[in-house]
């Protein structure tokens, strides 16, 4: 497994950015998928972006067009730009890996995960 460590949740206004990292350690993540999830209270984990090596970056519907998943394999290091934040993507934001790779968009298929960062955005 990788240590994962997420930053840079905070308070946004609606229709403002964040920039969450994901710092990795442990193991050489370049072969593995990486993803970010998100929970808000009394709902399910569920799947925001990942990006899979050989396949690329995909995303939810829900922030397609407005969040983008990057990744640096010499930095051992993921983010996830978050442009026109709603109030609706309000919650604790978790940065996830899966070695065997592949594409994976449910929280059951990553092995190791951060601590989660909270994102609140307000109306």
């Known amino acids: 497994q990788v240590q994962l460590v997420e930053s840079g949740g905070g308070l946004v206004q609606t229709g403002g950015s964040l920039r969450l990292s994901c710092a990795a350690s442990g193991r050489t993540f370049s072969s593995y998928t990486m993803a970010w999830f998100r929970q808000a209270p009394g709902k399910e984990r569920e799947f925001v972006s990942a990006?899979?090596?050989?396949?690329?970056?995909y995303s939810s519907a829900s922030v397609k067009g407005r969040f983008t998943f990057s990744r640096d394999n010499a930095k051992n290091t993921a983010w996830l730009q978050m442009n026109s934040l709603k109030p609706e993507d309000t919650a604790v934001y978790y940065c996830?890996?899966?070695?065997?790779?592949?594409?994976?968009?449910?929280?059951?298929?990553?092995?190791?995960w951060g601590q989660g960062t909270q994102v609140t955005v307000s109306s």
């Open positions: 990006f899979t090596p050989g396949y690329g970056s």
């Open positions: 996830a890996a899966r070695s065997l790779g592949g594409v994976a968009t449910t929280h059951y298929e990553y092995e190791s």
